[in-house]
């Protein structure tokens, strides 16, 4: 979105479309810098004519500011967490959001591999995959074995130790012998 000139209208359109919608919507160009220049602007007004009603309205554009970020952080915050596990990231973001965002990130997987590695790790138990020595009858190209290895290719007489479950269905097809 290009730059606009900062209205009470504009901040009170872009605060209903944050409350309305579920992602963040697009910000005019340098929207925070010139919500501030606005406000300054408005203050001296203010000051210097004694207008309580621009002391208002100023009091009123802080105050629909203060909810456009609060919503946008919450957007982002759960952006965070579907971005850790979707690797989809949410648009419309503006410069500062998106490092607080990619900090966001950073530390849930950190986090994440840190405490779910060590669950997982704990309670792994050894696994034990029953193994055969066999003798090739016939030539065989590469296969992934039910331990998720790559064995082969192999030749006539070659001699292996696969899988306990690869070596049946071989010895099915009539393709391996075992060893004694």
Same mark, same amino acid.
């Given at each position: 979105?290009?730059?606009?000139? &900062? ?5 009170? *359109? ?8 579920? +992602?963040?919507? *697009?910000?005019?160009? $340098? ?12 203050? *001296? ?13 100023? +009091? ?9 970020? $609060? ?15 979707? $690797? ?13 965002? %990619? ?5 849930? *997987?950190?986090?994440? $591999?840190?405490?779910? !590695? ?6 792994? =138990?050894? =696994?034990?995959?029953? =193994?055969?020595?066999?003798?090739? +009858? ?8 039910? %331990? ?12 292996? &130790?696969?899988?306990?479950? !690869?070596?049946? &269905? ?11």
């Amino acid at each position: 979105m290009a730059e606009e000139t &900062i209205t009470f209208e504009l901040v009170r *359109k872009i605060q209903r479309e944050e409350q309305r919608l579920p +992602k963040p919507t *697009k910000l005019p160009e $340098n929207f925070y810098k010139n919500v501030n220049n606005y406000i300054q602007q408005k203050r *001296k007004t203010a000051e210097s004519m004694g207008d309580r009603k621009v002391g208002f309205e100023v +009091k009123n554009i802080e105050s629909l500011i203060e909810d456009v970020f $609060n919503r946008r952080e919450r957007k982002i915050l759960n952006g965070a967490l579907i971005a850790v596990r979707t $690797n989809i990231a949410p648009e419309n973001l503006t410069e500062e959001e998106k490092m607080f965002f %990619d900090l966001l990130v950073r530390s849930i *997987k950190e986090r994440r $591999n840190a405490v779910l !590695n060590h669950v997982f790790d704990e309670a792994k =138990e050894p =696994e034990t995959v029953m =193994e055969a020595q066999v003798v090739f +009858k016939e030539d065989i190209a590469e296969f992934v074995g039910s %331990d998720l290895r790559k064995y082969g290719p192999y030749k006539k007489g070659d001699v292996a &130790i696969l899988p306990e479950d !690869n070596v049946k &269905i071989l010895l099915e097809k009539g393709i391996v012998e075992i060893v004694e």
